[in-house]
C-alpha cells in the first residue's frame, strides 16, 4: 500500500484537500466575486464584512465535507463551528455530567436529527408570509445583523450544494412591549415537505426522547422540593438559538 495514500493523510489535511476539491466545484455558485455589478445586496454584504464571501465558499465546502462522510459531523470530519461560547470551559465543568456528548455538540454543531432527507423534494418556489412581505425593513435588519454574527449564510443566487434542498419561508411578529418585530423562519409550513415534517418528536440519535415546556405546575413542584425561601430564577437569552450551530 502506498504510504503516501490519501488515507494516512491526517484529518485536518484531509479536510484541506476536501475543502479545496468543494470550493472548485462548479455548484457554489453566487456574485461574491469582483464588484457585484448585478446584486444590491451582495454589495451590501460585502461593505458588511469584507471577508464574508470567503467565509461563505468555506461553510459551503465544509457542508459538502460533511455530507460526503454520511455521518453526523462530531462522528466523522469534526470540523469546529465558528463559536464564542468557551467549549473548554464546558468540557472541564461537564466532565462529571452524564450526558457529556453535549460538548462535541456545541464544538461540532448539534445534530439536527432529520431522518430520510433523501426524502427532500427538488426546491421549489417559496413565497414568504404576509408578516414578512409587509415588512421588509425589518427583515432587511434581522438579516444584516444574522449575517455579522455569522448565524447565517448568503446571500446565494442558485443553490450551492450538491443535492436538493427545502426552502421554508419567513415570517414576522409583533414582539410583546417593544416596537421591533420577531422573525420567524417557518420550518412547519403547509403542504408537506418541511423540515419539521424529518424530525422525530420522540425519538433523537437513536435514544427515545420525551420533551415538553416546563409550566407552573413544574414550578410548584420545584418550590415544593427545595422548600421555602428558596432562590429560583429563569433567564430570557437573547439569540438563544442563533448561538446554538446544528448539524
Known sequence: MNPDAEIFYPEYLKRDLARKKFSSSPTVLYEGNGEFPNCLVCKEVHNLDKNWFEYLERSVADHEVIMSSNKYNFVESKIPVVSLLNIDFFKF????????????????????????????????????????????????????????????????????????????????????????????????VRGGGAINGYIDKDSYLGNEVHLKYPNVDALVELIKKHGRNCFIFKRDLSRAYRQIFID
Open 93 to 188: 465543568m461537564l466532565s462529571n455530567y452524564i450526558d457529556r456528548n453535549i460538548c462535541q455538540f456545541l464544538e461540532f454543531g448539534f445534530p439536527i436529527g432529520c431522518e430520510n432527507y433523501t426524502d427532500f423534494s427538488a426546491e421549489k418556489v417559496v413565497q414568504n408570509h404576509k408578516g414578512a412581505v409587509e415588512f421588509p425593513d425589518d427583515l432587511d435588519k434581522y438579516l444584516k445583523k444574522e449575517i455579522e454574527k455569522k448565524a447565517i449564510l448568503g446571500p446565494f443566487h442558485v443553490n450551492p450544494f450538491s443535492h436538493d434542498i427545502v426552502i421554508s419561508p419567513l415570517n414576522s411578529v409583533p414582539k410583546k412591549g417593544s416596537q421591533e418585530r420577531r422573525i420567524i423562519l417557518d420550518l412547519s
